[in-house]
């Protein structure tokens, strides 16, 4: 029988709802505190080993359903020779930002065998260590997001630069976004191969496009991405529930200020969305808030329970165990 949480984005009946969050492995750990006190995240990437143990970690004390690869979605753009520094508190930094057709013409286009062997062993150490209940979801960043970084240099809530080439200059990011596509296929469909169960594209900043823009500029690549792929799909941004009706993808992430009921409304299935911050206060209203959103369900297929978004540093990793149990004590009855 295939993982829960691949049965629950075919929509298939499923004897509970499948539970993991995004950013589970990492910052919230006390496993992964003490790994990065000798092990930047990608020297720890770097480490088939000590990737599969921090990508493990929380499986094993939160009971979630499934493991998510611990990586960050930059780390295939250093194969295309873009030099990215990951910096404490910031974030991805780039020095040298793609700015003209000359910067898109120098990517390349890399083989994932030979830019990232080690995240492909990684991927089989791991899904080689769950039952075969337990899924294994592989990500990319996605096309926007990863642009984004590359042209700007650094985080940012405006996305001056990106949107400076997007209408000033559209023969360059379209050739930008080709190369991303490219990229992302290749590197996916490689997760895929070793052993990924499921594909989340991490877009989490394409809520900043107004609906004709993201249809114009971002869309048809999102779509590329993710059609490309056998195995199902999870579309993920913050911000996106204008975007929805656009987005492809089996299941979509959305996040604490999205519907649920919307998008099982439109025959999709749904990953999401509590609040995280929640879980820095006291956990009855985490309980209040999850049985809510459990209620909203109401037991239809296509749920995938998550946070709006990803796991905060301080969040007790007992709470999110506690969570994971409610979930699966609820909806369980329910399937009863």
């Known amino acids: 029988m295939d993982p829960l949480l691949v049965r629950a984005a075919r929509l298939e009946p499923v004897e509970r709802t499948p539970v993991w969050f995004m950013r589970q492995a990492g910052r919230s750990l006390p496993g992964y505190r003490e790994i990065r006190k000798q092990n930047t995240l990608f020297e720890i990437v770097r480490q088939p080993e000590l990737c599969a143990q921090v990508t493990l970690e929380p499986v094993r004390l939160h ?32 020095e040298q930002p793609i700015r003209t057709a000359a910067d898109v013409e120098a990517l390349r286009v890399p083989e994932p065998a030979e830019s990232v062997p080690f995240v492909l062993e990684a991927v089989g150490l791991v899904r080689a260590q769950l039952e075969p209940e337990q899924a294994l979801v592989g990500f990319c960043g996605g096309p926007f997001t990863v642009a984004g970084y590359v042209v700007e240099g ?9 949107k400076r080439m997007m209408y000033g200059a559209p023969e360059v990011w379209h050739a930008l976004m080709e190369k991303l596509t490219a990229m992302s296929i290749r590197y996916l469909r490689a997760k895929v191969e070793a052993g990924a169960d499921a594909i989340q594209l991490f877009d989490s900043w394409v809520g900043a496009l107004s609906v004709a823009d993201y249809r114009e500029f971002v869309a048809p690549y999102s779509d590329r991405i993710l059609g490309s792929l056998s195995v199902p799909t999870i579309h993920f941004g913050t911000g996106t529930q204008h975007l929805l009706q656009d987005m492809a993808g089996d299941v979509l992430g959305i996040d604490w200020r999205g519907n649920l009921s919307e998008v099982l409304d439109m025959g999709r299935g749904v990953q999401g969305n509590l609040d995280g911050a929640l879980l820095l206060g006291p956990f009855d209203r985490v309980e209040r808030k999850t049985v809510e959103l459990l209620e909203e369900v109401a037991g239809r297929p296509g749920h995938i329970f998550n946070l709006g978004h990803g796991v905060l540093p301080d969040t007790n990793p007992a709470d999110l165990k506690r969570l994971v149990e ?9 399937a009863a």
């Open 63 to 94: 009971g979630v359903d499934a493991a998510v690869m611990f990586a960050d979605i930059m780390l295939p753009v250093l194969g295309m020779g873009v030099d990215v520094e990951l910096v404490e508190n910031i974030g991805p930094v780039i």
């Open 154 to 162: 650094r985080p940012t809530r405006d996305f001056v630069q990106t």
């Open 326 to 334: 409610l979930v699966h004590e609820r909806t369980t009855a329910v």
